[in-house]
């Protein structure tokens, strides 16, 4: 079967750096995307890797090592807005969208 | 980036009544068109997958004859729930993608069915 696992929630402290990962088991793989989501709003695009290696954004950068099927999203100087879940998604050999979870972070001051 | 739309962002309507959710791609042509619904407290779920010109591909457990799409042209996705119960109320989003590009999300529309 299809599986992606991210953690379900994480903590850290306003200013700090964190890292969510997201492992993936699926029929193909054509790219991976991280999504950034607050709570009652749709999830906003943030990254896509379909090769190996970093891509960084800002403050957000996004790793994918497709040979362990694993990827990473890194936040740096986190701020408060930082807070909402993050989901991680495969797009498979169909080109359907595999979703993990998502990770809920949250930040403290 | 390249911009979806979603209409309506909310909408009320009485049991037993169809309500009809349009997408849009408004500056690129959205080859596929995706359809989900968040439960509460949870992530996504992926109900349907159009193409355009073609029928939508349903994930299992999804009643195709209650959530009727329809992806009739490259900018517009529509997706109707027919006979609404309480229990269709929730959140639903679409995204759609040219070819192999990321996929853009619409605002989404928050249904409450009374």
């Known amino acids: 079967g299809q599986n992606i696992d991210q953690p379900t929630e994480m903590t850290a402290t306003e200013g700090a750096i964190v890292q969510i990962n997201c492992t993936y088991q699926t029929s193909g793989f054509n790219g991976l995307f991280w999504y950034q989501q607050h709570a009652g709003e749709a999830p906003t695009f943030l990254s896509y890797n379909v090769l190996d290696g970093l891509e960084e954004k800002g403050r957000f950068s996004s790793f994918l090592s497709r040979s362990k099927g694993y990827s990473y999203l890194l936040l740096k100087e986190l701020q408060m807005k930082d807070s909402a879940s993050y989901l991680c998604?495969?797009?498979?050999?169909?080109?359907?969208?595999?979703w993990g979870a998502g990770t809920k972070l949250i930040i403290k001051p | 980036g390249a911009v979806v739309s979603q209409h309506p962002s909310w909408v009320i309507c009485k049991s037993g009544t169809s309500v009809k959710i349009e997408c849009r791609s408004l500056?690129?042509?959205?080859?596929?068109m995706f359809w989900y619904r968040q439960f509460p407290k949870q992530s996504l779920m992926l109900m349907a997958t159009?193409?355009?010109?073609?029928?939508?591909?349903?994930e299992q457990g999804v009643e195709k004859d209650k959530f009727l799409i329809n992806h009739a042209s490259l900018t517009l996705s529509t997706l109707t729930v027919t006979s609404a119960h309480p229990e269709d109320s929730s959140f639903y989003i679409c995204?759609?993608?040219?070819?192999?590009?990321?996929?853009?999300f619409g605002q989404g529309t928050r249904l409450t069915v009374v």
């Open positions: 159009s193409n355009e010109g073609s029928k939508a591909t349903y």
């Open positions: 998604a495969v797009l498979d050999s169909n080109y359907q969208l595999i």
């Open positions: 500056d690129f042509q959205a080859t596929t």
């Open positions: 995204s759609a993608r040219a070819g192999d590009s990321s996929a853009f």
